[in-house]
């Protein structure tokens, strides 16, 4: 069974970084046929896709274009984790910020995720 | 960049069939995927690659996409399926997810 653990603060000041961890149990950052996406909601955005990380022989990272700039989402194999640091917040970052596995046997679909993150900006 | 459309809500009676659309450009020549939830929970993978249920979905749940929509169908519809839904697909490696829609079983 797929389980991800997610930490980091709840509370970044504006023009700071969030940084947020995903913890990966029964899978591998590392695996061939996944990808590890970094996902978040607010009430005026709905869901809003971030970007993601995954191996393929190399590590490759996808990410939203409105995100491209300030975001680094990066694996960690050392600690079967990946992560999120998004930069220059402001309040319009306050979110609900989950991470997910997408698996290439389903097309990608994000089958398991994180239990979220609540992050206010202020 | 993508863009798909969802209608802000849907309502349907108890025990009735609910249909939720997904509208995007060609999106029938893509992989769709539908994902429920509820407040103060995570999302939940619904269907995958257009029809397809993962293990413990109730076969009340089903989809499809054609042309330019993709289609959730709730057959039966319970309390518990209210939700929000929201479908998602993949364009050129960025996921894109649609606006989400309230269902209220009536």
């Known amino acids: 069974q797929v389980q991800l653990q997610q930490s980091g603060p709840g509370l970044v000041k504006p023009s700071q970084t969030l940084s947020l961890t995903c913890a990966i149990s029964g899978d591998s950052v590392s695996s061939n046929s996944a990808a590890w996406s970094w996902i978040r909601q607010s009430p005026s955005r709905g869901l809003e896709w971030l970007g993601r990380?995954?191996?393929?022989?190399?590590?490759?990272?996808d990410y939203a274009i409105s995100m491209k700039s300030r975001i680094a989402i990066n694996p960690d194999t050392s600690k079967n984790q990946f992560s999120l640091q998004l930069n220059s917040v402001t309040p319009e970052d306050t979110a609900l910020y989950y991470c997910?596995?997408?698996?290439?046997?389903?097309?990608?679909?994000?089958?398991?995720w994180g239990q979220g993150t609540l992050v206010t900006v202020s | 960049s993508y863009e798909v459309t969802q209608p802000h809500s849907v309502s349907v009676a108890l025990g009735q069939t609910a249909t939720i659309t997904c509208g995007g450009k060609n999106i029938g020549s893509k992989n769709v995927h539908w994902y429920q939830r509820k407040p103060g929970q995570a999302p939940v993978l619904i269907i995958y690659r257009d029809s397809n249920r993962p293990s413990g979905i109730p076969e009340r749940f089903s989809g499809s996409n054609s042309g330019n929509t993709a289609t959730l169908i709730i057959s039966r519809a319970q309390v518990g399926d209210e939700a929000d839904y929201y479908c998602q697909v993949w364009d050129s490696s960025t996921g894109v997810f649609g606006g989400g829609t309230d269902l209220t079983v009536l």
């Open positions: 997910a596995r997408g698996l290439v046997a389903t097309g990608n679909a994000l089958d398991y």
């Open positions: 990380t995954y191996y393929r022989s190399n590590w490759y990272n």
